[in-house]
């Protein structure tokens, strides 16, 4: 059976991206859950021409000047995100980890993923994912994309998957969900 729980303009998605391991918020007027549609935006090249343009002063950060490099160096690092988060037998906490050194919350964790967490690359990856850790290696997915700067505040687009993932988890919350288990029987209610 395919169903959302709704609550104003988002939806957990009752299907999972994995099995009891990663779920996904959707948004409403999205087409598809926070995971697809970050990943088919980040896979368009002429968004990503238009973002590294619009934002060419923070690849610098980086090392990177040209733009059809960060265009291949952002593929190329999907690539490898899209294969470890869909691979049922890789520990997602070794992909995700704490959003900030700030002290640990009673209940979700705020996550980010990177792949320099994994060593992956011998460059570090400025494409983000960030998600709620219900219970260790697992997790539900509020959004994702481009990081250039230190911090998340510096930007605008960052600052706005910063707001996403506190309504998520702010949320989950309210609806009384603080475990696995709780959160299974929020998706079949």
């Known amino acids: 059976m395919y169903f ?5 303009t988002v939806n957990v998605d ?5 099995e009891n391991r ?6 409403e007027g999205d087409s598809g859950n926070i995971y697809d549609v970050t990943m088919e935006q980040l896979y368009d090249r002429e968004w990503l021409w238009n973002f590294f343009n619009e ?12 733009i059809s490099e960060a265009i291949e160096r952002t593929i190329d690092d999907l690539d490898l995100i899209n294969d470890l988060l869909l691979d049922g037998t890789k520990n997602l ?3 995700f980890r704490d959003l900030s050194s700030l002290a640990k919350d009673s209940y979700f964790q705020r996550s980010k993923g ?3 967490h994994l060593s992956l690359l011998h460059n570090r990856s400025w494409v983000r994912f960030y998600a709620i850790q219900i219970e260790s290696g697992i997790y539900v997915l509020t959004g994702g994309t481009i990081k250039l700067t230190q911090e998340m505040k510096e930007r605008e687009h960052t600052l706005r998957e910063l707001n996403k993932l506190n309504r998520c988890r702010d949320y989950l919350i309210e ?4 475990d696995f288990c709780g959160f299974y029987e929020f998706l079949n209610e």
């Open 4 to 8: 959302c729980r709704k609550f104003h």
């Open 14 to 18: 009752s299907n999972p991206i994995v």
């Open 22 to 27: 990663l779920y996904a918020f959707w948004f």
């Open 55 to 66: 934002h060419k002063q923070d690849l610098g950060y980086y090392h990177v000047s040209d």
């Open 93 to 95: 906490d070794t992909y």
């Open 114 to 116: 990177k792949l320099s």
């Open 175 to 178: 609806q009384g969900v603080c």
